[in-house]
């Protein structure tokens, strides 16, 4: 098997966020397509935060944003990046409060640990962070609150 490529390593993470997804939102071309994934879990933005579902209290519910990642001076709706034979990437994990925050983190960090993206070719996902940073975005009405995660594993 040939060394994975960007499209594959981007495809397994996905794949690897499979269990605790919703709904993922992607762009494909000009349109945006949302596939229901499973009955419950988090919402998964794939390169762009589209329409953020909101509870009965009208605040975001946990979302995660996997963003992409500029390569080579193009944009790409590709998340993660190629240096020295590693591959990172950043995701974001948001909600309408930091208990939802929380909780969506509580999902995630289970199907993280320990994890390959390409067994045989990929190293164990690495997170880049010491500590996990919750912060308010008031830029949005409501307020959001949302912690950046980025990850990183080997490539050969």
Request: hydrophobic share 40%.
């Amino acid at each position: 098997m040939p060394m994975p490529t960007d499209e594959d390593l981007h495809a397994a993470l996905l794949v690897l966020l499979a269990p605790i997804t919703r709904n993922l939102h992607q762009r494909l071309g000009k349109t945006t397509e949302t596939k229901v994934v499973n009955a419950e879990g988090i919402d998964l933005h794939d390169g762009h935060v589209f329409a953020v579902a909101h509870g009965p209290d009208g605040t975001a519910l946990p979302y995660m944003v996997l963003w992409p990642t500029a390569t080579t001076g193009q944009h790409t709706r590709l998340a993660g990046g190629r240096s020295m034979g590693r591959w990172g990437f950043q995701l974001t994990v948001a909600a309408g409060s930091p208990a939802g925050v929380r909780w969506a983190l509580g999902r995630l960090a289970p199907v993280t640990a320990r994890a390959r993206l390409v067994p045989g070719h990929t190293g164990l996902l690495t997170p880049y962070f010491d500590q996990v940073q919750i912060a308010p975005d008031e830029d949005v009405d409501p307020i959001r609150w949302s912690a950046a995660l980025r990850y990183e594993t080997t490539v050969h």
